[in-house]
């Protein structure tokens, strides 16, 4: 998850600071996010998809102010796990 291009990032402002700071004045941008991994059971890849969705938007994200995106990786498994 990232802050919306339209909202300030002050801890990517902090760091892009610091690399230039630093010498690298080749760093034009810098966006601080989160990562989260999850495990979620479901039947098929879609019934996935939809719950990861809804979760994301309920939950681990405020809409408002954050983008996201999330990659499924099956994994191999008599529950079908994705």
Do not use: H, W
């Not at 991994?37 to 019934?47: G, H, N, R, Y």
Request: proline fraction near 4%; hydrophobic fraction near 40%; glycine fraction near 6%.
């Amino acid at each position: 998850m990232t802050l919306r291009t339209s909202v300030l990032d002050p801890a990517g402002v902090a760091v892009q600071s610091g690399l230039k700071q630093m010498g690298y004045d080749n760093v034009e941008q810098v966006r601080i996010g989160k990562y989260i991994e999850l495990t979620i059971v479901a039947p098929d890849e879609m019934k996935a998809r939809r719950d990861l969705n809804q979760i994301c938007d309920q939950m681990l994200s405020n809409p408002v102010i954050e983008n996201y995106r999330f990659d499924l990786i099956e994994v191999e498994s008599q529950t079908g796990v994705f």
